[in-house]
């Protein structure tokens, strides 16, 4: 069974501008959640989308938003980027019907902003 | 006070050795409890999930939970120099899938 996948692997952007990063779950996991990585803060829950519906976020701006398709490929969106967004970006995808499913995470896109 | 505590490390081990890693948690709510391990430059790879009081065990990986003192803990046992990496305890909280996870403990497994 494939993993989870992300697209793309790696973004340069600049201060400003927006970015989508894309994921695709394991084959018949309904629920993906995102995460961002830095050195900093650790790993910190961004959103979590179930059936195309966000069903948990965490404390993270309006800039960061996201949303999920039919198919169960989710993507997020971060708009008028800051350096401070520079940062390892995962979802990670789980069966999701009810909480507390384990999840397992995709290879991360890695977002630098300059 | 951090949600989810962990020892940064490192945590030095010889090889061959048990690896013990702690995680104490503040939620009391918490129902699900996860190890992961990630290598550096590589993403989280989940190694054992846990949800009720005990211990679980799956080949060299024993985990161990304690909901009353709010404690998690991973044994590794005869450690290999593989096992270096730094290991990640997360804990589901609230509904959903949302986890919290700990800062990490780096584990370095020497010859």
């Known amino acids: 069974k494939a993993g989870v996948t992300q697209t793309p692997r790696y973004l340069i952007k600049t201060r400003g501008q927006q970015v989508t990063l894309s994921c695709s779950p394991i084959s018949g996991h309904r629920s993906v959640s995102w995460y961002q990585q830095t050195p900093g803060q650790g790993l910190q829950f961004l959103f979590e989308y179930f059936s195309e519906t966000q069903r948990n976020k965490g404390n993270f701006p309006g800039r960061f938003s996201g949303r999920q398709f039919s198919n169960s490929r989710s993507e997020m969106n971060v708009s008028t980027l800051e350096l401070g967004d520079s940062a390892l970006y995962l979802c990670?995808?789980?069966?999701?019907?009810?909480?507390?499913?384990?999840?397992?995470f995709g290879p991360g896109t890695r977002l630098t902003v300059l | 006070q951090k949600e989810v505590e962990q020892n940064s490390g490192p945590l030095s081990v010889p090889e061959g050795a048990i690896a013990s890693l702690n995680c104490t948690y503040s939620d009391r709510g918490s129902q699900s409890f996860f190890w992961y391990r990630q290598y550096s430059g590589k993403s989280p790879e989940l190694i054992m999930s846990i949800y009720s009081n005990g211990d679980k065990e799956d080949g060299r990986f024993t985990a161990q939970l304690n909901k009353a003192s709010q404690y998690v803990s991973l044994l590794i046992r005869d450690s290999q120099p593989s096992d270096s990496a730094t290991y990640l305890c997360a804990v589901g909280t609230g509904g959903g899938n949302k986890l919290t996870f700990g800062t990490g403990t780096q584990l370095k497994v020497e010859l």
């Open positions: 990670a995808s789980s069966l999701g019907v009810a909480g507390g499913n384990e999840q397992f």
